[in-house]
């Protein structure tokens, strides 16, 4: 069964930096690109990035909400994707989802449960 | 940016109608195109992908097309089950984008 777990969340100052992991289980990890989505309480769906896998060359995409604030990263021996988000602003609070991206066709087929992120003061 | 504009925003439907809900893309694009469904406090969910595949284990009442710069969600007999809110989403182009969202409600 494919899992993705989200943990990492919480509250944090504005400026102030956070780490969020996504442990996966269920499927081989280095044949997929990863993708974190996020969304501001009441909010619709927000594309945060995404990281290819290695053998597309592992790069990254971001929006340009977060881009050079925020850096995904994935670590295949462990099994584990990471968005470290930073200089935290208040418009960042939101639920963030780690997804699973076919490599090929770069659909998001499975989202993790989401965690929750509270940027304030 | 391709910009996704969704409609409508919310419906009232009731168990066994048609429902339709359409996304207009400001850019011309044949495919790269998905739906999702989410339900309060739950992770959006693949229904639709590529247009019109369906994503195994959705049910066949669902199905997606498209019509020039418009893509179309169909539910053919709305279930109990089927009121939430749907996205759609195009993965054509950087940065992927999303559409603002149909609430499905009684």
């Known amino acids: 069964e494919v899992q993705l777990v989200e943990s990492g969340g919480g509250l944090e100052q504005p400026g102030r930096s956070l780490r969020l992991s996504c442990t996966i289980s269920?499927?081989?990890?280095?044949?997929?690109?990863m993708t974190w989505v996020r969304q501001a309480p009441g909010k619709g769906l927000e594309w945060v990035g995404f990281i290819k896998s290695k053998s597309y060359g592992g790069t990254t995409e971001y929006a340009a909400s977060v881009k050079g604030r925020f850096i995904i990263s994935r670590d295949d021996s462990k099994n584990i994707a990471y968005l470290q988000m930073n200089s935290l602003k208040a418009e960042d609070t939101a639920v963030y989802y780690c997804?699973?991206?076919?490599?090929?066709?770069?659909?998001?087929?499975?989202w993790g449960q989401g965690t929750l992120v509270t940027v304030s003061s | 940016d391709i910009q996704m504009t969704q409609s409508p925003s919310s419906l009232s439907a009731s168990v066994g109608d048609r429902v339709t809900i359409t996304c207009r893309a400001s850019q011309s694009f044949s495919s790269y195109f998905n739906w999702y469904q989410q339900k309060p406090g739950k992770a959006p969910k693949l229904l639709i992908y590529g247009v019109s595949s369906l994503q195994s284990g959705v049910p066949s009442r669902f199905s997606g097309s498209r019509s020039g710069t418009d893509f179309i969600l169909t539910i053919s007999s709305l279930q109990p089950e089927d009121f939430a809110t749907y996205y759609c989403?195009?993965?054509?182009?950087?940065?992927?984008?999303f559409g603002q969202g149909t609430k499905v409600e009684v």
């Open positions: 997804s699973r991206v076919l490599s090929s066709s770069y659909v998001i087929d499975y």
């Open positions: 269920g499927f081989i990890f280095g044949d997929y690109a």
């Open positions: 989403q195009q993965n054509f182009r950087d940065p992927w984008t």
